[in-house]
């Protein structure tokens, strides 16, 4: 399932960057160098970068693009073959007004988005048939105006939406914006089940994502406590439970894989964190609302999750 | 059930005050202005009350014990009829060396901590029918060395422990240490199941000792929050729950009025939060460890409490 293999002979994607921040600055910046054709939407960065071009530095190569097709409205965006939506689940009351005008009538929209159900939101605006699903494990950014910091990582895993999320494997059009993302040298893979690979995300992101901020706590902090390493477990087997009762199984391996995998890392300060110490708005109806909602409307509380969520949105609400 | 009107023929009772703290050293004070006698335990505050005496600002009149019988090992105490633990929970390690040789052969001990189950542990130590619990409603802190600031409350809720928490109703004895407090101003009320007192106690300290903590917030920000509302509400019924798992019952009225008492209050920070920001130990064991563990002995989770137990242990291991 190696996408270079894939031999690819449709004229190349165009495509419209919504959200020119840490991660959508980042992946657009690496399609153009690689020579596709990219559109980027600016708000506050603007000026900066029609001046001073769009700077990357990464740990696989510092690079500056001096010039980009930068635009500070949809409106006058040329419509896309892929539209990346980049922006944070916060801004996504913005999405409406944004997306119809700039998605060609055979194009698709990819959200490179954190949380559960951001797609079918999407597929509201847009159509079921026109959305694809992107997980990021990126960890990137933006320290100055139109300046971002890829620190690590980079991989994205896609799957395709489909109305209610039943799974319809790998399409041509994944195996085009696969070999798109692998020429600019992003790792991709692919979802079979987009849900699963979304529930499964959420078995890092609630704990983690969750503690870092109520507790001021680094990854690997929560994981030198016993209490709340088990809480971590504990939160991670909601998840599980939730995902159940959406009729998705994730294996007791996975759960194990995820501690393990933190215990290794080096200590990490989570995204939700990052937004929490910068005064941004955190993500936390697409991280914990909407799971929260989807187990509740199929019958399974999940109580310590529920915690959680009110505690960030009280935190989200003193900022 | 007026104290006051209870006939006592009996001679005075003689008082060790263990831990002469913001609680021990208010009530010692109050009963020694009283008339009666009492022995206080000092450890770090005694040189100054040996030198410039025990001081009380109270909402109900200052005043200042010139001198009062002042020991630094309990070694040194005489045998009092009633030994009043006034220690944090966090401090209760130490009983088993001190309770002993301070107690009268026919005397007793008032245990006037926070939390769950502290004198079936007094009791282990001194004997089941030497116990007796007090729930203080008090707001007091030492601002300095020998010296006490009484801001409001004070009332005590007495009940006797016998083994098992078997409700014996209100005893002679209860009575005589009852007159004692109303002497020195004190309001007393009796339980007649000292063990439903100590849960219903919980229904307010568990949610609103716990979120003032880990969200740095007074009670009125935790009310005027939607969210942390709710979040109080289930913490509430995680601790009815609780309860009931131990055979005793917490009506709703009962809930309704904590609720109502809280939003009513002046905005209040919890005697754990002034603890955290102190850089004292938190009493985590004796407010939540208790009551989780009591709760899953009889069949039952509380997972929200839980969360907050991890949580609370998290950050008193982190100061």
Redesign the interface.
Known sequence: MNPKTVSINAPQNTYAIIGTGALGGFYGAKLQKAGLDIHFLLHSDYKQVINHGLIIESKDGDFTLPRIHAYQEVAKMPKCDVVVVALKTTQNHLLPQMLPSVVKDDGVVLVLQNGLGIEAEVAGIIGNDKVIGGLCFLCSNKIAPGHIRHLDYGQITLGEYTSNYSPVGITQRMKKIAHDFETAGITIEFAEDLLLARWQKLVWNIPYNG?SV??N?TTA??MA?A??R??VE?LMEEVVAGAKSAGRVILQSFVQLMLEYTVNMKPYRTSMKIDYDENRPLEVEAIFGNPLRTAQANGVDL??I??????L???D??H
């Open positions: 503690l109520i507790l706590a902090e929560l406590d209490n709340t088990q809480l504990q109580p310590q529920d915690c959680l969520y009110r505690q949105k009280f935190l609400a003193q």
